[in-house]
């Protein structure tokens, strides 16, 4: 299962500008949370294949994390149009992450 971060980390102006859903991934590859979620998250948005997901590497003076408010790994934020629609942290069960999919529409 991938643990990679999207490499280059892509600018704040960018996400912002991305049409449709977006689901950005904020944590480390090191991070224990950030594992034991990569099976619920990758179960989950395998029924959702129109959802662009995009994990960011997080961690002191990265920039993009703080302009998202990310304090706990990991954060998953919700764009639609490139707007943030909702945000999970920690996620823990399928519903949780339907829940906030379910938001896109």
């Known amino acids: 299962m991938e643990t990679q971060a999207t490499s280059p980390e892509p600018s704040r102006e960018e996400l912002d500008a991305l049409p449709g859903p977006t689901l950005l991934e904020f944590?480390?590859?090191w991070c224990?949370?950030?594992r034991a979620a990569?099976?619920?998250i990758a179960?989950?948005?395998s029924h959702h294949p129109e959802?662009?997901?995009?994990k960011v590497e997080d961690g002191p003076g990265r920039r993009l994390g703080r302009s998202y408010r990310v304090k706990l790994w990991p954060t998953l934020v919700l764009l639609?149009?490139?707007q943030e629609a909702g945000r999970v942290l920690r996620p823990a069960t399928p519903d949780e992450?339907?829940?906030?999919?379910?938001l896109q529409r």
């Open 27 to 29: 944590g480390t590859a």
């Open 32 to 34: 224990g949370f950030c």
């Open 38 to 40: 990569q099976p619920l």
């Open 43 to 45: 179960s989950t948005l």
């Open 51 to 54: 959802v662009r997901h995009i």
């Open 80 to 82: 639609v149009d490139g």
């Open 97 to 102: 992450l339907e829940a906030l999919l379910a």
